[in-house]
């Protein structure tokens, strides 16, 4: 992957959020907990505070906007069956990685604090 094209996959805040949830949990994340994760964020509130309506529209961004981008890509593959997401093992993700290490939001700071209730 060039570089520009992996500051394309970086340049979504929820794609970002996504690949650093991926990397933290051990490489493997349900499609709902990713769905809850952005709703979150997006929301600024704790994953417990959502409601099902937030997680719902987060997951429609995610299945038809940011995951096909990153399965194009060879960044994730999906498992909808078991509805799961794992990173690949494609040598991209070197890559990708190193690019997201050049961003000043690298890892996404905000997503390690804690909203106030």
Do not use: Y
Request: net charge negative.
């Amino acid at each position: 992957m060039k570089q520009t094209e992996a500051f394309r996959v970086l340049a979504s805040a929820d794609r970002q959020l996504v690949l650093h949830t991926l990397v933290e949990r051990g490489r493997e994340v349900t499609v709902e907990e990713l769905s809850r994760q952005v709703a979150a964020r997006r929301h600024r509130l704790a994953p417990d505070q959502i409601d099902d309506q937030q997680v719902e529209r987060a997951r429609v961004r995610l299945v038809h906007t940011h995951f096909p981008h990153l399965v194009e890509r060879n960044v994730v593959e999906i498992d909808w069956s078991e509805r799961v997401v794992t990173l690949s093992d494609d040598e991209c993700l070197g890559e990708l990685f190193d690019a997201a290490e050049e961003l000043d939001g690298w890892p996404p700071t905000d997503l390690l604090e804690q909203p106030s209730s």
